[in-house]
């Protein structure tokens, strides 16, 4: 018996054992717990799959997992969670797809690749979007001292931000007269922060690679050689000079300035503002199976959203995020910027209130224009070897976002007076064309073969019918 029904059964009980007792206070009181009987059987999922398992890397984008689990969101639900570290993003993809986990925190490209064919491929749903923004693109203190020159300061003497990679430029010019190559880390091949790098270098006129099938490394002509770091590992391998320069998500930036050891240049909010980042991911196969269960999850992670953007709640949330089981940093680094503030060089600690958005503007629904962006760029550097035409990513992407499966969340928590109706987006799945990137560029997701032969760097393609 699952866990919500032995719940309305026995308040059931309860109602029919005081009533038997006597008295009108009595019977007053079993009204009122079968009223909540009633009201609560209107609510209910069956759960087919109650004990859960849950995947994550240790990052402060996985909080909503942290929060649905401490807050009890997730038992609320009737479900029964254990949330576990996993070493790397293949760990987290590979357990997923043979099922060792039941669903986790992964990055956006990753679902979206499996389905378009690129690295292992599967059937991979995505019914959560777990934030926006929240990544950064950190130098060595070396390199940052070169580039500095390079960099407008205002009045205050500080630099001005965004901090554009022509900034760079000369830097890694530098480094090709002297016959060394510039190195830089990111996190996977399919990773928003591979693509955010990537953008970065190419807005700069910096080209950063092209994939083959023969080059999986996507190092083709690149003037800055990309290789794949574990975040956690980001900053020790700065340290030690094996990269210049990375691209990865919080805290690992803010611990180089901590460290000591390196310099935040730029953030992914100034490469694309309010940009999505981490999805919450679980096989095609488990929400077929299991589709209450699916539901009853996104219910709880969308609470955990919400309760992340409330006012006042970012302080408790980084002293659960700084336990040992979750990100396991320290507090004052995880709250530099989870707390609305974000630190270049040391003692340069600026207002960031929208640096991690968790549930405002509408950041938990799995918007098919989001992930058609993630498609372009994988076109656009090669991971997508041939050229589709429009409707092949309409298609791809409606097949691996699920706001079907958020919908019904939504409007369950809306019934229970968890969510206002008015944080329930009216729309067809596709956000407005926006130029809110740092070049300048318009993105219109449903002219996905424009967009890509907008850029001077990277793929073009024929309109293909």
């Not at 997730?74 to 949330?83: A, M, Q, R």
């Not at 749903?125 to 001292?145: E, K, Q």
């Not at 997508?384 to 699920?402: L, S």
């Amino acid at each position: 018996m699952k866990s919500q029904l032995i719940k309305l059964t026995s308040l059931a009980a309860l109602s029919l054992v005081m009533f038997a007792c006597g008295g009108k206070d009595s019977k007053k009181k079993a009204e009122e717990v079968a009223a909540v009987a009633e009201t609560s059987k209107t609510k209910a999922l069956e759960i087919e799959k109650p004990q859960l398992t849950f995947g994550f890397i240790k990052l402060t984008d996985m909080a909503p997992l942290a929060i649905a689990k401490e807050k009890g969101f997730f038992e609320d639900e009737g479900l029964f969670v254990s949330v576990e570290a996993q070493s790397n993003w293949k760990n987290v993809l590979d357990r997923v797809i043979d099922g060792q986990l039941d669903g986790s925190h992964m990055l956006a490209g990753q679902p979206i690749a499996a389905g378009a064919g690129f690295g292992r491929q599967a059937d991979l749903v995505t019914p959560f979007s777990m934030d926006l923004n929240g990544n950064g693109i950190t130098v060595s203190n070396d390199v940052w001292s070169k580039m500095k020159p390079n960099v407008p300061t205002g009045e205050d003497g500080k630099p001005v931000h965004p901090i554009k990679a022509e900034a760079l430029k000369p830097v890694i010019a530098d480094y090709k007269n002297s016959g060394k190559a510039f190195k830089m880390g990111m996190v996977f091949p399919v990773s928003t922060h591979n693509y955010e790098i990537r953008y970065w270098l190419a807005a700069a006129g910096i080209h950063p690679g092209m994939y083959t099938a023969e080059n999986v490394q996507g190092q083709i002509d690149a003037e800055v050689l990309l290789s794949v770091t574990p975040p956690p590992q980001m900053p020790a391998t700065l340290e030690a000079g094996t990269i210049y320069g990375y691209c990865v998500g919080e805290p690992w930036n803010q611990q180089a300035v901590f460290k000591g050891i390196g310099v935040p240049v730029t953030t992914n909010y100034d490469i694309w503002k309010n940009n999505p980042e981490k999805v919450f991911v679980m096989t095609k196969k488990f929400v077929e199976e299991n589709p209450n269960t699916a539901i009853a999850v996104t219910k709880a992670l969308i609470r955990a959203g919400k309760w992340l953007d409330e006012p006042g709640n970012r302080a408790e949330a980084v002293k659960i995020l700084s336990m040992s089981q979750y990100v396991g940093a320290d507090e004052a680094v995880l709250a530099n910027s989870m707390t609305g503030t974000f630190e270049f060089e040391k003692g340069d600690k600026r207002e960031m209130p929208d640096f991690n958005v968790f549930y405002k503007y509408n950041a938990t629904y799995p918007f098919y224009s989001d992930g058609i962006w993630f498609l372009t760029q994988m076109r656009r550097w090669g991971q997508i070897p041939e050229a589709k035409p429009a409707e092949w990513y309409a298609e791809t992407i409606k097949d691996i976002y699920r706001p079907d499966i958020w919908k019904k969340a939504a409007n369950l928590l809306v019934e229970e007076g968890h969510i206002p109706a008015s944080d329930v987006p009216t729309t067809d799945g596709y956000k407005p064309a926006t130029t809110d990137f740092i070049d300048g560029k318009t993105y219109d997701a449903k002219d996905p073969i424009a967009y890509i032969n907008s850029f001077s760097i990277g793929n073009k393609d024929k309109a293909v019918q």
